[in-house]
């Protein structure tokens, strides 16, 4: 409960706000503002998000439990259930939103690196037609997944078209977009051509407390508006997060930081590369390095550094979680490496 | 769709954010700190609330629907229906958010002037212990009402001992309890003392974006936090909600934001007496003037000032809101009432 | 808690089952069949149904209350609510379902003698386009009320008009729907042809349990049988609810049924005529006698008879209602008259 | 679509009513009887399956998959969860109502045969306290199981007491608890007595259409019946499903049909074995006969017989599930068993 001394590798909500988007919320302070999005600077916000990625309709909200859960209202009906990684944060993390607010079925499947596959999919897919079974009608995904790990563009594409083959819809976890489409070098719009709707993460990059939800199939848009109202996620003074929005697509900001944080992990991956009883648990392709290493070990680095234990393993063994973000420094990824070397043993 | 030129009267959300809180959000941005309100700025506001209401629990969340939703959770059993006021924000304005994620059915009773009584509590008590009936087991009030009046401590001591006869929870949305609290020149704990749980609203007072739910009862707060997770309102840079809080309840921010608006409406309220053809259709008891004026009238003065039409009348008259709010000058308030005065004919 | 003796007037579910419909259940009993409905029976029972209403689907239930909501929960998004009586018994007397169930907000207006007028439609339909609040759909009517009235054929062609051109679509509760046919001396489809999804009530007419959900839209129903069993309306031995309904539309027995009920109520209602004190509530429509009498006379008729108390009045008098079945004789009811007339000093 | 000529080894649902059952159906039609379960017939319903299970409160609804929702929603909270077996009717079979009805999330676990074991829960046991989690509190399990096995008393025993160390109600699926009865040779009350809320089947065992929701602890009860009226589970002519209940409890007529279907299977089993390439998928503890053998071999054998191929397996095998009833009788099972001899070449 006490404020965090150095840097956290703990997560990337750990970090603080980004100095751009803090002008930025301090910039929309001048004068009166018409509420609940009907302002200029949420206008700007919108435009620019819906320009950057080929969306129709863009939604601000609060959180990223927020977004998902906003999504998925607009693709499936009460009945229609959505397939899943059985690691994802909407199957885990986000204490039943999806059921208790939509009354939707989650379909888990197993998805050892984070990734859900057409297999995965495919086996999920008996009792089609069936009155008794909840019908399988989207397919979400996160790009980063739970693991740090990134779908492929070929990846994705091959999804996509297994979806639109078996009737599925995609929905698209976005919190950590940026970091994929910094790892893949690719633009926003590549990734969210395989969705039907995507949420777009501000907050671990940087922003004070923004996502969005992005439509990019048109008729999907006209009633988000009433959705988010009554997911409780539409902000009176919402020029105030728009203008974080807008902090964060101007000059590519959210890439940058992205770039950054994905560049810090890949430099304490290849810094702890060789350090005995350490080993990469996933490949690192965003903001996180996932390792595995005795338990012993985890506790002596966890005397003086902040991060997550992730899964226990056997044989004294576990899996821990460092995360990077847009104001780690190489100093901060040095001297944890540094740590790790040091507790090793 | 156009940013407002002029002070706003359209609502109290329409004005930015104090200096003061902008300040702490910015103070608040030093360094990492833990996520979802494990963090030294966060401990420090929910004291502060609990210590100034008397709450035993205090949650941040992002939205006054979403504070009503929440606190209503923590007292009705799925069969167990709130009795509210047909014009509350609860009943008309969240877009059906208590009955669709919570399940909850309220039970609306007329309220003339915004408050609800005992007689039209009483006429609602029928179908106690009939299992056909859903059973009456909140009322759930708004000080300061929608209609701008404010219940005397006397009215709510009344409502409180009627509410505990007939076993009967109280929730109070505090929206814009701080307006009550300097009308009534009274406490926030003298007004949460007649509450089983109620809200305290932020938003509407200076703050950028952030409402609390507090619980008066030990036995009621023991769930809240996953309630809130599960209602998405749980924020991951919880400091920034935080800190606004913080500043609010420094040196009695919210005190002077309150009364200073309350002041601007009670100016403009006796500055628009003896206009022909304008009276007033509620006492002015907050921040918000409702007047009733002809049509046209209404009509001429929205071409240059920014207020609501409330409710369409009879005989070609209407009633409008004039809301003003912790920033609304002096000038601003003269220059309204000219206006009113100038259109008059 | 004890067996009545003599007639009961309480209900028309005080009745037990005719002849009939006991004799269609026990020969539906012949040899093995396939479970939920994929049976000759049912089949028999859904043709039959859409033949005589004109139904493109007809769904079999177990009770109104589920009936209401599978109806409803065809014809409302999320954010979409239905318009009305404040007396119906979708409103008063289903403990929320709709509500719970399906998470829609019910919009009640004022019905003096349990009907829905265009006016009372109209003053509701405010907001429209304003993401705040619940947006009106539907408009749920019962034909026959809860008051015992009947809607003529010209107030439904009236009511559907508007609907139409509102662009609300219209649920009709039918638990009574054979009384109104049989009161108004028209088909049931005559009656369907104003609705978009409507009930079909079997159970107050002399069957053993079973309502029907019928959907006049042929986009309406592609999904309806989802939905019932997600609502825990799909009957395995679904047989036997379909012999039930077989039965009653077999030689018009729900016309005989409800004409029968329907003369006994009128019987009734002029043998009262002219006690002193004793006054028609409402007009007689249907197989319910609603009266006003004194709170005393009251007291002494229920002493030896079963009938309901509807509301308290001013003055010491009370709105009773006395409700006839397909089985209440010419004796039973000339023996309550009977009894009114006695009890009535 | 066709009824089924000769005996169905589909489902025990196939098979129709016992005549002793429908003879009470009959019984109980004599008279007027008050609605809604307030008459003499359904008191002692009540009562007797109350003695007969040593619960504190029994209540009758229509359905095995309303008994289990209206089960569950008696013991968890909105963010509380239920573990249950992967492939359990809960789980897999009421397409979602459980989610649907009540928000809740159900954590399934693997279970072979489907039998929730300690060690599946205890891993499932991660994330307590942690409010971004669903919070385990139910383990639902099915006494017979979807595999036709059954836990022994021992089972129930071990199970009982890891649930009552961490803190976790039981709620047992006794849909065919009968049939477990009779196979333990032991009471309803020795296998009542492990959980909290169960559920009791008769529509499986010669039932018309009726089961049973049993509170065993006391404080749950409460409002049992407020829940049941809103999942649309309320019978208003419940004398015909408690006469039924009574049918099934005198003279131990539902351990007759339990251990007459039991019986059969047994025997089909001893019939079958040896048959070259059919093999037990699982033992055979019940009144159903899961078989895995090669799926030409299926096919061949449902040109004449009903029944359903339960799994598709690897090298062009599958599991086939083989039901018997309280009315199958030696004839049938020794003609199934003789073609399934015929077309296993």
Known sequence: MTRITGKSFGSDNHAGVHPAVLAAVLAANAGDAEAYGADDVSAAATAALCERTGAVSASLVFTGTAANVLGLSLLARPYEGAICAETSHLNVDECGAAERVLGCK??????????????????????????????????????????????????LSELRQFCQHHDLLVLLDGARIANAAAYLDCSLAEIAAFADVLTFGGTKNGALGVEAVLVMAPGLADHVRYYRKQQMQLASKMRFLSAQINALLSDDLWLANARHANAMAARLATAISGIPGVELAYPVQSNGVFASLGEGHARRLEEAWNFHIWAEGSDSRCVVRWMTAFDTSEEDTDALAAAVKATAV
């Open 106 to 155: 989650l379909l888990p499947v197993p998805a050892p690196d984070g990734k859900v596959t057409p297999p995965a999919i495919e086996r999920r897919l008996s009792g089609i037609g069936d009155e008794h079974r909840v019908q399988p009608r989207v397919v979400q995904i996160a790009q980063v997944t739970e693991n740090g790990t990134c779908y492929s563009l070929a990846e």
